[in-house]
């Protein structure tokens, strides 16, 4: 359960794993966060999409079904639908908390992000994109430069407040007729100081390259 005044998604970027990024506390205010995932079956998928502020305001949510080729395809065209959704409610200078529950996603946005901010432009660990997700990739890469500051975090598959919208849009499409919100969260009180829980330490000397 979220405390009190913060976001259930907050919740769990802080706690989950952002791979290549060490997780300094100042990471743990993120403006908006958004949990996306893809289902993909013979019979039809889904795309789903939660969006909140840090301080527990829900921004949207989206089930839509969808027609992916492939797992890999639905996972890159949720988070591709995600960050469209965020980017017509949010500010250009904001920092955002990513949650996807496929592991080379959260890769791939950590690296592209730590690829515009060295000095060579080349990331950690090469980004590696599925052939059929190269198109929904790139307007990914659109999205994430768009914003002030991204971060991507790995949660679990059971953990993804989005993956029961992707799995069942047809049941959740209700969810496309709440109202629309442009929101701000609220600005957090300054706090007296900040650590951060041991898994996110970082272990090798506050490169900013680390692995979690």
């Not at 802080?14 to 743990?28: K, L, N, Q, W, Y």
């Not at 890999?72 to 529950?101: F, K, S, T």
Request: proline residues 10%; aromatic residues 4%.
């Amino acid at each position: 359960m979220a405390a009190h005044g913060r976001s259930n998604l907050r919740d769990l970027f802080d706690e989950s794993p952002t791979p290549h990024i060490a997780h300094p506390p100042r990471t743990h205010h993120r403006d908006f966060y958004v949990a996306t995932d893809g289902s993909f079956r013979e019979s039809g998928g889904g795309l789903g999409a939660v969006i909140e502020t840090r301080d527990g305001t829900r921004v949207a949510r989206v089930a839509t079904a969808d027609a992916p080729p492939d797992n890999n395809v639905a996972e890159y065209r949720a988070l591709h639908l995600g960050l469209d959704v965020l980017a017509a409610r949010a500010p250009r200078d904001a920092c955002v908390g990513v949650l996807v529950d496929h592991d080379s996603l959260a890769s791939n946005v950590n690296s592209t992000i730590l690829a515009t901010n060295h000095p060579d432009g080349k990331p950690p660990r090469p980004v590696s994109i599925p052939p059929a997700s190269r198109h929904h990739w790139r307007g990914i890469e659109a999205r994430l430069t768009g914003f002030g500051e991204v971060r991507a975090a790995r949660i679990d598959s059971g953990q993804n407040p989005a993956h029961p919208l992707a799995n069942a849009p047809d049941r959740y499409r209700h969810v496309n007729q709440e109202s629309e919100r442009c929101v701000l969260p609220e600005t957090p009180e300054p706090a007296a100081a900040e650590f951060p829980p041991p898994s996110r330490a970082d272990r090798n000397g506050g490169s900013g390259r680390a692995s979690d």
